[in-house]
C-alpha cells in the first residue's frame, strides 16, 4: 500500500514524514524520525515508557497511528530541555536519583510534565495516580514521586 | 539544596565514596539520549523477525522457507539448518549454568519444540512489515506431542518426557529410562529423624509458587553486522557482553577474536539479560544477507520465550520445642527448570535454611525441566523461592507455639560461627542484630488500622567476585580515563569514578567511567551475582593504585629523588619529607604536562622486513611508481 503523507508539528519545529498506513506514532517516531528518546516497553499501551504529549493530551504512541499526527502539536522528551538547560523536573530527577537504568525515564518526564501543565500543584495521591500509567521496575516509584513534588514546589516558586 | 554539595551521607574516613556525586549518565537519561538496544541504527539495515512456535511440546518435522525466501525484499531466512549441532558442555552464565548442547536448542528449536515461543525461524527483510509477512509463508510440519507444565506433576513417572538425555543425576544407581528430573541434590546435616522427636512442634505445609518474570521494561535488542572478511560485530542490550561474546562465537562458528560486542545502555535485566537469544540469529542473518540486521523482542515475545525464574512446588516441615528452639528443619523443592536443565535449585537448597542455626537439616531438591521458557537467573535466583516456603512455615511455627516471630527467629538466628548444612562455618553475619533493630523499631509496635499487616521475612544470598577488569589512562590534561567492561544497569559507573576518585585522591568529576566493548578491555564476568561494585570496584582501585604508582615515579624523575621518597596525598606528588628535598606538590595535570615533554633517547630508526611479504615484482615495483629496492 502506498505510504501516507503526513504535516506535523514535533518540538515546535514543522515535520513531514511518510509512514505507512499501519505505523504507530510510535514507529515513526523512532524508525523514520530517529526520535528515539520516546521507549517501547510493551507495545500495548501498558507501560508508559513510549508517552508523548499530542496537542497538550498525554497519549502512549504505540496506541496511535502515525497518520492520526497530521496537523496535531507533538511534544516528545527531546523536547523537554531548553537547550542544555535542563527542565526543573528532568534535574530533579537527577537529584533524587529518580531513576537507575533510566528506560522508563523519558515517558515518566512527559507524563509528570504534562501532570504538572494541568495541575501545579498536585497532592502525592495525585502524582501518584496520574502516574500510575508508568512502569519503573528499578526504583520503587518513591524517589520518583518526591522528585515530581519537589519540581512542582519549585516551578510554584516555592 | 545541590546534590553534589550534600556530603551528609558520607562515610567516615573517605572523601568521596558516599557522596552523591552527579551520575555519568544522567545527563543523557533524562534528556532521552541515552541509546538502549533498539536505538542503534546502521545504513542499509535490514529487520530481523522470529517465527516461534504455536505449541508447547512437538516434534518440527519440517520447515519450508522457499515461499518466505521469494517474497520481494526479503534477504534471509535462518533456521536449524544453520547453526551446527554442539555437544554437552556445561558453561557459567551469571549465578546459573547452561550447556551449549541446550543453547543451541533454545535459540532456534532443532528435533522438537519445547514451549509456546520456542524459536522455529528467522526472517531478516527490509522492513518491518515485510518481514512480518514473511513469517507468514514458512510452512512448518507439526507432530504435536502431549505436554506438562508444572513441576511436580512433570516429575511423575506417568509425565510425558521431553528428552531422552535426561537420567536423573545425583541417584544411584543411574536410572534406567530418561524422565524430566534433570537433578537431585541434598544439603544435609545431623540428623532430621532424631531432631523432630526431640521436637513439642511440628509443622508441615506444601506451597506452590509460579515461573515469575523479571519484566524489565526494555525488551531484548541487538545489532549485528558480519562481513565477508569473517568479522563480526554486535551492538546488544546486556548484563555481559563478553558471556554475549562468547556463545555467539560459539554458535555461529567464529573464533572469538573476530567478534565484538559493544554492550548498549540496558533498560534493566535483574538476571534475564545474561543469556543469547537474539544474538547469533541477527549474526547469521547478517552473514547471509551480506547487510546489518537489527532485532527487537516485542514485550509478547519476552513474556513468551525469554528466561523467567524457577516456579516451585515445595514441601517444608519444621519441628521445635515450645521455648522456640528448632530442633529439625526438612524441605522437598521441586524446582520448575523450563524447556532445559538448569534451575537455581542449587542455590535454593543451599540457602533454604542458612539464616539459621540448625542442627538437623534435610534438604532435598529436584530439577525439573517443563515445557515452559528455559528459566534464567532472576535476584538471588532460587533462594527467594525457597524463602518464601522456608519463613512462611518458621511464622506458622511461630504462631503454632505463640511466640512473637522476631523472637522465634532471634531464638535460631545464625550468627559467627554457625556451620551451615551446606558446609561453611559463618563469620560475622549481623542478623542478630538486625532482628534486634527491628523487634525494637517503633513501626513494629505501630498499631494496626484495618486492612492492615504486618511481617518479618529474613533471606540469605551469597555474592561472587569472579573476573574482572578495569584500566585506566591518564588524560594529556590530567584528567582520567576509566573503563571497565560490565555493563551499568543502575549506577555503577558513578560508583566506579567515585571508588577511583578516592584512591587517587581527586575529585570524581575529573573522571570519566566508561563501560568498553569485549575488544578494548580485557575479560569481564557479567553483571550478575551481586558482584560488580565489590569486584569491578576493587579492579577499578587497583587500577588507580598503579597510576598514583607511575605518577609518583614520574614525578621523582622530576625532581631527581628517588621513588620512595614521595608520596601521594589528596592527588598530589609530594615529597616524603624534609630530607626528600624542597619542592612544590605536583598535580596529575603538571606530572601529566611533564610527560608530554618527555625526551625521547632511542633515535636510531629501525626496520623490518615485512614477514610474510614475498619479494616484489617487477610488475609490482613499475605500478608503485618508487623504488624500494632495501626491500
Given at each position: 500500500m502506498a505510504k501516507l503523507h503526513v504535516t506535523t508539528e514535533i518540538n515546535g519545529d514543522p515535520i513531514e514524514f511518510l509512514c505507512e498506513p499501519e505505523q504507530t506514532l510510535l514507529e515513526v517516531l523512532r524508525d523514520e524520525l530517529q526520535y528515539t528518546g520516546t521507549k517501547e516497553g510493551c507495545g500495548t499501551g501498558d507501560c508508559g515508557a513510549c508517552s508523548v504529549t499530542v496537542d497538550g493530551r498525554l497519549v502512549c504512541s504505540c496506541l496511535m497511528l502515525g497518520a492520526e499526527a497530521e496537523g496535531k502539536k507533538i511534544e516528545t522528551i527531546e523536547g523537554m530541555a531548553n537547550g542544555e538547560e535542563l527542565h526543573p523536573l528532568q534535574q530533579k530527577f537527577l537529584d533524587h536519583a529518580a531513576l537507575q537504568c533510566g528506560y522508563c525515564t523519558p515517558g515518566f518526564l512527559v507524563a509528570a510534565k504534562a501532570l504538572l501543565e494541568k495541575n501545579p500543584d498536585p497532592t502525592e495521591t495525585e502524582v501518584r495516580?496520574?502516574?500510575?500509567?508508568?512502569?519503573?521496575?528499578?526504583?520503587?516509584?518513591?524517589?520518583?514521586?518526591?522528585?515530581?513534588?519537589?519540581?512542582?514546589?519549585?516551578?510554584r516558586g516555592n | 539544596m545541590s546534590m553534589t554539595e550534600d556530603t551528609a551521607a558520607k562515610?567516615?574516613?573517605?572523601?568521596?565514596?558516599?557522596?552523591?556525586?552527579?551520575?555519568?549518565?544522567?545527563?543523557?537519561?533524562?534528556?532521552?539520549?541515552?541509546?538502549?538496544?533498539?536505538?542503534?541504527?546502521?545504513?542499509?539495515?535490514?529487520?530481523g523477525l522470529v517465527l516461534r512456535s504455536p505449541h508447547a511440546h512437538a516434534v518440527l518435522k519440517s520447515i519450508d522457507v522457499s515461499?518466505?525466501?521469494?517474497?520481494?525484499?526479503?534477504?534471509?531466512?535462518?533456521?536449524?539448518?544453520?547453526?551446527?549441532?554442539?555437544?554437552?558442555?556445561v558453561v557459567p552464565a551469571g549465578e546459573m549454568q547452561v550447556n551449549y548442547r541446550d543453547v543451541v536448542r533454545n535459540m532456534l528449536a532443532r528435533e522438537k519444540v519445547f514451549y509456546d515461543g520456542h524459536p522455529v525461524a528467522a526472517v531478516a527483510a527490509t522492513s518491518l512489515s515485510i518481514a512480518s509477512k514473511a513469517l507468514k509463508l514458512i510452512e512448518v510440519e507439526y507432530e504435536v506431542l502431549p505436554h506438562v507444565i508444572d513441576p511436580y506433576d512433570a516429575a511423575q513417572p506417568d509425565a510425558p518426557v521431553l528428552h531422552d538425555f535426561i537420567f536423573t543425576e545425583g541417584v544411584e544407581p543411574k536410572p534406567s529410562k530418561p524422565s524430566n528430573i534433570a537433578k537431585r541434590v541434598k544439603v544435609a546435616s545431623g540428623d532430621v529423624e532424631a531432631g523432630f522427636k526431640k521436637a513439642d512442634v511440628i509443622v508441615e505445609k506444601t506451597y506452590d509458587t509460579k515461573p515469575v518474570h523479571q519484566g524489565y521494561?526494555?525488551?531484548?535488542?541487538?545489532?549485528?553486522?558480519?562481513?565477508?572478511?569473517?568479522?563480526?560485530?554486535?551492538?546488544?542490550?546486556?548484563?555481559?557482553?563478553?558471556?554475549?561474546?562468547?556463545?555467539?562465537?560459539?554458535l555461529c562458528g567464529l573464533?572469538?577474536?573476530?567478534?565484538?560486542?559493544?554492550?548498549?545502555?540496558?533498560?534493566?535485566?535483574?538476571?534475564?539479560?545474561?543469556?543469547?537469544?537474539?544474538?547469533?540469529?541477527?549474526?547469521?542473518?547478517?552473514?547471509?544477507?551480506?547487510?546489518?540486521?537489527?532485532?527487537?523482542?516485542?514485550?509478547?515475545?519476552?513474556?513468551?520465550a525469554t528466561g523467567p525464574t524457577s516456579g516451585g512446588h515445595m514441601r517444608v516441615k519444621i519441628g521445635a520445642t515450645k521455648d522456640g528452639k528448632i530442633t529439625a528443619a526438612e524441605a522437598e523443592h521441586y524446582f520448575q527448570a523450563g524447556a532445559f536443565p538448569g534451575s537455581p535449585i542449587n542455590q535454593a537448597s543451599m540457602t533454604s535454611f542458612a539464616c539459621y542455626d540448625l542442627e538437623n537439616v534435610n534438604v532435598i531438591g529436584y530439577d525439573v525441566v517443563s515445557n515452559r521458557p528455559k528459566v534464567a537467573a532472576y535476584r538471588a535466583p532460587g533462594a527467594q523461592v525457597a524463602a518464601f516456603s522456608v519463613e512462611s512455615t518458621i511464622d506458622a511455627v511461630a504462631r503454632e507455639?505463640?511466640?512473637?516471630?522476631?523472637?522465634?527467629?532471634?531464638?535460631?538466628?545464625?550468627?559467627?560461627?554457625?556451620?551451615?548444612?551446606?558446609?561453611?562455618?559463618?563469620?560475622?553475619?549481623?542478623?542478630v542484630e538486625c532482628l534486634e533493630a527491628l523487634r525494637n523499631h517503633p513501626n513494629y509496635k505501630a498499631k494496626l488500622g484495618p486492612n492492615q499487616g504486618r511481617g518479618i521475612s529474613c533471606g540469605f544470598w551469597f555474592n561472587i567476585g569472579a573476573d574482572s577488569c578495569a584500566t585506566m589512562n591518564v588524560n594529556e590534561d590530567g584528567s582520567i580515563a576509566l573503563m571497565v567492561g560490565t555493563?551499568?544497569?543502575?549506577?555503577?559507573?558513578?560508583?566506579?569514578?567515585?571508588?577511583?576518585?578516592?584512591?587517587?585522591?581527586?575529585?570524581?568529576?575529573?573522571?570519566?567511567?566508561?563501560?568498553?566493548?569485549?575488544?578494548?578491555?580485557?575479560?569481564?564476568?557479567?553483571?550478575?551475582?551481586?558482584?560488580?561494585?565489590?569486584?569491578?570496584?576493587?579492579?577499578?582501585?587497583?587500577?588507580?593504585?598503579?597510576?598514583?604508582?607511575?605518577?609518583?615515579?614520574?614525578?621523582?624523575?622530576?625532581?631527581?629523588?628517588?621513588?620512595?621518597?614521595?608520596?601521594?596525598?589528596?592527588?598530589?606528588?609530594?615529597?616524603?619529607?624534609?630530607?626528600?628535598?624542597?619542592?612544590?606538590?605536583?598535580?596529575?595535570?603538571?606530572?601529566?604536562?611533564?610527560?608530554?615533554?618527555?625526551?625521547?633517547?632511542?633515535?636510531?630508526?629501525?626496520y623490518c622486513k615485512p614477514l610474510y611479504n614475498g619479494k616484489i615484482t617487477p610488475e609490482e615495483q613499475a605500478e608503485t611508481g618508487v623504488t624500494e629496492d632495501y626491500i
Open positions: 495516580f496520574w502516574l500510575a500509567g508508568n512502569l519503573c521496575r528499578c526504583t520503587g516509584y518513591d524517589k520518583i514521586v518526591r522528585a515530581v513534588m519537589d519540581a512542582a514546589a519549585e516551578m | 562515610t567516615d574516613g573517605y572523601k568521596y565514596i558516599g557522596t552523591r556525586a552527579p551520575r555519568p549518565d544522567g545527563f543523557d537519561k533524562v534528556t532521552g539520549r541515552a541509546r538502549f538496544g533498539a536505538d542503534y541504527t546502521m545504513p542499509g539495515m535490514l529487520h515461499k518466505a525466501l521469494a517474497l520481494p525484499g526479503v534477504k534471509a531466512v535462518i533456521t536449524r539448518d544453520n547453526f551446527a549441532d554442539q555437544e554437552s558442555e521494561i526494555e525488551p531484548q535488542a541487538c545489532l549485528a553486522n558480519y562481513t565477508k572478511d569473517g568479522q563480526g560485530e554486535i551492538w546488544t542490550t546486556t548484563q555481559g557482553h563478553f558471556l554475549k561474546r562468547a556463545f555467539t562465537a560459539r573464533d572469538i577474536s573476530r567478534l565484538k560486542v559493544t554492550p548498549t545502555e540496558i533498560g534493566g535485566g535483574f538476571g534475564g539479560k545474561n543469556n543469547v537469544y537474539l544474538e547469533p540469529l541477527a549474526l547469521e542473518l547478517s552473514r547471509q544477507s551480506g547487510r546489518p540486521v537489527r532485532m527487537i523482542m516485542s514485550r509478547g515475545e519476552v513474556i513468551r507455639i505463640g511466640m512473637d516471630p522476631i523472637e522465634f527467629r532471634l531464638k535460631n538466628a545464625a550468627k559467627e560461627g554457625t556451620k551451615t548444612a551446606y558446609g561453611v562455618t559463618f563469620g560475622p553475619v549481623g542478623l555493563p551499568d544497569i543502575g549506577g555503577s559507573r558513578a560508583s566506579m569514578a567515585l571508588m577511583a576518585a578516592e584512591a587517587l585522591g581527586v575529585n570524581p568529576d575529573t573522571i570519566k567511567p566508561t563501560v568498553g566493548d569485549t575488544s578494548s578491555l580485557g575479560f569481564n564476568f557479567l553483571t550478575a551475582g551481586s558482584r560488580t561494585t565489590f569486584a569491578v570496584g576493587k579492579a577499578a582501585v587497583e587500577a588507580s593504585r598503579k597510576v598514583v604508582e607511575e605518577l609518583k615515579s614520574r614525578a621523582a624523575q622530576t625532581w631527581g629523588i628517588p621513588v620512595e621518597a614521595v608520596e601521594w596525598e589528596d592527588g598530589y606528588a609530594r615529597p616524603a619529607g624534609p630530607n626528600a628535598g624542597d619542592f612544590e606538590p605536583l598535580s596529575i595535570a603538571e606530572i601529566a604536562k611533564n610527560v608530554g615533554d618527555l625526551t625521547v633517547f632511542q633515535r636510531t630508526p629501525n
